[in-house]
């Protein structure tokens, strides 16, 4: 094609770039983002698409607002970067702190911030092995987390993370990382006599601790929807059980809130949803709507005086942590989150895509289950909806479904093969949301 201004970079793009998840084959067709407005993304042909997963979850402001820039332009002339460590500090990330000791779960008033999710979790992890052993527990150094979890990519998150395809190329694992299943309502099978199919995902926590031991387990690492995983909703009952679960062994409870924080579920924080006070939390994504790279930990009060008495430092420690510029982006997102209701916002826009998915594919014969909470949904398809048996990668459905998305204008990501994930930003307008389910619907009939 004539002036194929994306083909022309993508070109140069091969000779000199690694991407994340690097492969020549599904960057053949890539698209080069030249430029973004709102939930609208342009390509270097000045080809528009939706933003079908705001970036990576991360960008629920949308591009282009001046709010963001003008807070990092001005941060930038005031004071680019200075020390986070011990001894030094500066303002707006002591401003940030406040703000989140405000909006966060009642307990968690101390946090830490990194560059993103996957250094949050290995603060967090290292948070929890130095809290026991501050308690006197010193073997207590398990991390339990879920199948089809997602907690990054760095060594150690990377473990926590439950989705196999991320483990066979770095094995072996580092051995105290175990996995439970998830609670997964559509593919979970609850044991005959179960109370529930929530009680019983959350009871498979209680075995896995008994069967290493309480005295060996530190913590247990869960997002409250399972996001990059295939969104994955846990029923109404096993939040509260697995909180039950980790008071009676003395296990902390980790939160993973770097998709749901800042109101992508329709509320602040996913836990809200079940009234489950966690005992730290990570964040990172939309807390500067992915304007620069910033995340961090939270932890209750009970660590943070716990930390603090221990008179000696812990050796943890990053270079852009409590960086000013993304502490400044962060507090002006925390504006727009609280001017603009984004939990509210995105409850309703929630339901309507999540309503609009189901009315336009509940009935089709490879639609196996629709899902969502707040503006997060999942759309999965399987060979046989009667044994839930999912397609094989050799079918090609997911490509071919990206295809088909994105040939009509629309840009997002599967879980492999079966889920299309959905997200996108949460200022999308109703006709924006509308036409994802269109596309939706149309895709997934050109391919199945
Ligand atoms: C729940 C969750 N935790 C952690 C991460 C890792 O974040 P990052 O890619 O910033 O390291 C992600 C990224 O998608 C995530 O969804």
């Known amino acids: 094609m004539p002036n194929d201004a994306n083909a022309a970079l993508l070109d140069r793009d091969r000779n000199h770039l690694l991407h994340s998840l690097h492969s020549s084959k599904v960057h053949e067709n890539a698209r080069v983002w030249s430029r973004g407005e709102g939930a609208l993304l342009y390509d270097a042909n000045g080809e528009s698409y939706l933003d079908g997963l705001a970036g990576l979850w991360n960008n629920t402001a949308g591009n282009g607002r001046p709010e963001l820039v003008r807070a990092a332009a001005s941060q930038l002339e005031e004071l680019a970067y200075a020390s986070g460590y011990a001894g030094s500090s500066n303002p707006r990330a002591i401003e940030l702190a406040e703000r989140l000791a405000a909006i966060c779960y009642p307990q968690i008033n101390r946090f830490y911030f990194t560059s993103g999710g996957g250094e949050s979790s290995d603060s967090n992890f290292k948070m929890a092995r130095y809290y026991w052993k501050l308690k006197g527990r010193p073997e207590k150094v398990k991390f339990i987390s879920r199948q089809w979890g997602y907690h990054g990519v760095t060594f150690a998150a990377m473990c926590a993370t439950g989705i196999s395809p991320y483990h066979p190329m770095f094995e072996p694992l580092i051995p105290e990382f175990v996995h439970v299943p998830s609670p997964y309502p559509y593919r979970y099978q609850a044991p005959a006599g179960a109370a529930s199919q929530g009680i019983a995902a959350a009871d498979e926590l209680e075995k896995k601790i008994l069967e290493e031991g309480p005295e060996t387990v530190a913590m247990f ?228």
């Not at 089709?364 to 044994?387: F, N, S």
């Open 221 to 448: 690492l869960a997002e409250p929807v399972q996001g990059a995983g295939g969104v994955i909703v846990p029923q109404d009952d096993y939040f509260p059980r697995v909180r039950e679960i980790c008071d009676e062994y003395d296990v902390l409870l980790a939160s993973d809130e770097v998709i749901t924080g800042f109101g992508r579920t329709g509320r602040m924080f996913g836990l809200e949803h079940w009234g489950v006070q966690p005992d730290m939390i990570q964040f990172a994504k939309a807390i500067t709507s992915g304007y620069f790279p910033l995340g961090g930990i939270g932890i209750s009060d009970e660590i943070a005086a716990t930390i603090d008495e221990a008179g000696k430092p812990w050796m943890h420690a990053y270079t852009y942590s409590a960086h000013p510029v993304g502490c400044a982006v962060g507090l002006a997102m925390l504006d727009i989150v609280r001017d603009e209701d984004f939990p509210g916002q995105a409850a309703e826009k929630g339901k309507r895509l999540l309503v609009g998915l189901k009315d336009a594919l509940i009935e089709h014969p490879h639609v196996g289950d629709i899902r969502g909470l707040g503006l997060m949904c999942g759309v999965e398809v399987v060979k046989d909806r009667a044994t839930k048996a999912p397609f094989a990668p050799e079918d090609g459905v997911g490509p071919r479904l990206m295809q088909a998305m994105v040939s009509r204008g629309l840009f997002t990501r599967l879980r492999g093969e079966d889920v299309i994930c959905l997200a996108p930003p949460i200022v999308a307008s109703n006709e924006q949301i509308d036409r994802i389910v269109e596309i939706v619907h149309d895709a997934v009939n050109e391919v199945l």
